[in-house]
Structures are given as C-alpha cells and as structure tokens.
DNA sequence: TTTTAGTACTTTGCAATACATAGTACTAAA
DNA sequence: TTTAGTACTATGTATTGCAAAGTACTAAAA
C-alpha cells in the first residue's frame, strides 16, 4: 500500500465528473483542462485525458470543433452537449450521495 | 454510458476508505461491514469485500481473529491496525482535499 | 534550407482491480 | 439425512487508468 496513491485511486472515479465539471464553464481544449484540472489540485495525464475525452465523444456527452493555432497544430476544442449535461445532473446527485455516505460514516460510533 | 452505474465508478476508489471507516468503530466480521456500508448508502457484494479484507491484513493495516458462531461457521472478525489507523488518517486527508478540488471545480465559473 | 524545440493529438500495451460466479464448509431444523 | 441459512474462499474476466512511444504541426535557430 503505497501512500502515495491513496489520492490517485480516489480520483479515478470522478475523471468524467471533472472533466464534465470543467467544460460545463465553457469549452476548452485538452491542455485548458488538464490545466484547470491540476489548477483545483488534480493531476490528469495526457494518455488519461485523451481516451477519456474520446469515449465521452462518442458517447454524445461532448462535442468538438477544430481551430486553428498560431502556436503550433491545431487545437480540438471540446464543449458539453445537451446529453452531457443530463449526465452531469445525474453525476452530481451520485455525488452528493457519496458525500453523504462517507460522512455518515466518518461520523457515527459504535453503540 | 449508463446511468445506473455512475455511483459505482465513484465508490470504487472509496472502498478500501469506507472499509477502514467502518472498522474504525470497532471489530466486525464482513457480514456486519457489508450490513454498516449498505447502511449508509453504498452496496458492496460479497466478491468485492473479502478479497479487499485479505488484502489490507497481507498489508497489516487488518488483522482478524475467529470466533464461534450458533449461527453457521465460525466468523472472521476485524480489527484495524495501527498501522491501518495511520493509513485511514492518510485517506482522510485525501478526501477531504478530492472534495475541495471537486467543490472548486463545480463552483468556478469562466471568467 | 535544414534542424531543433515547443505544442498538440493519437495509439499501443500493460497492470491493477472490481466483482460476478461458483465452490466449500459449518450449523440447525425439517 | 436432507434442506436451508450463513460464512468464507477461489477463479476468471472485463474494464480502465495511464505510461510511453509515435505522428504532425509551427516557429525559430543554425
């Protein structure tokens, strides 16, 4: 059991929720989110981002537009969709519940 | 994706968390930790339980002890460790800075 | 012009893990 | 002596995060 990773193993569950978080401000490409990501104190790697952003296309939650770069290739600029803020309402909740779950335990004694 | 299973994909890096939560408390055998985490909202089958349990004690952060039952077979009853409560406070502070991280990102709005 | 560096997207393959399923074993009651 | 209820164990698989290597574009340096 490495310490290290305790964090790292929380947060597998909630990549699409952040991800999904994130773009709900508006769109951006990947590196805008692995930025925003890392800017609330979670760490995306790329060949994390990139397939992840990939299923959740094709599962209709996002939308994407290619623009063109002056700093390199061009970029793919993703946006949620309507289905992809379905999916964030329903994610919430199931966040909201875990939330819930943990702090009751967290909090109740044995009798 | 489908819906139903949006809670699951969060609980599962919480398991071994809400394990460690539950035997905080004082010992159980796994009957009781699943009766606990249903409890309180998450559902762990059995398949999942006892090969995490077996887990934590190979790491020491568990240890166990039988006793007889009028019930059925004999029971495995658990107790964390110190070094499982050092881990817990480890796990402790992991969620709390997921949930921070979580909270920014929801309640950021682009600028 | 060619090379190098920086940025961005893509692909491949592996290791870890949740968990469904089936199996073994014990007790008590029918 | 079956049957049912409870408890622990073992096996096999599908998913998934992610490291690492690869491709492609632009701009600046040599």
């Not at 490495?2 to 569950?13: L, T, Y």
């Not at 929720?17 to 692995?34: K, M, N, Q, T, W």
Request: hydrophobic share 35%; glycine share 6%; charged share 25%.
């Amino acid at each position: 059991m490495n310490i290290e990773n305790s964090k790292a193993q929380m947060r597998k569950g909630l990549l699409e929720f952040c991800i999904l978080l994130v773009l709900h401000r508006g769109e951006a490409y990947p590196s805008d989110i692995i930025a925003s990501l890392k800017n609330s104190g979670l760490d995306m790697p790329e060949g994390t981002l990139y397939p992840l952003l990939t299923r959740l296309k094709n599962e209709e939650l996002l939308t994407y537009r290619w623009e063109e770069s002056t700093m390199g290739p061009p970029r793919k600029y993703f946006s949620i969709t309507e289905k992809g803020q379905e999916f964030l309402r329903v994610l919430n909740a199931s966040w909201s519940e875990i939330q819930t779950a943990v702090s009751t335990l967290s909090q109740s004694s044995k009798p």
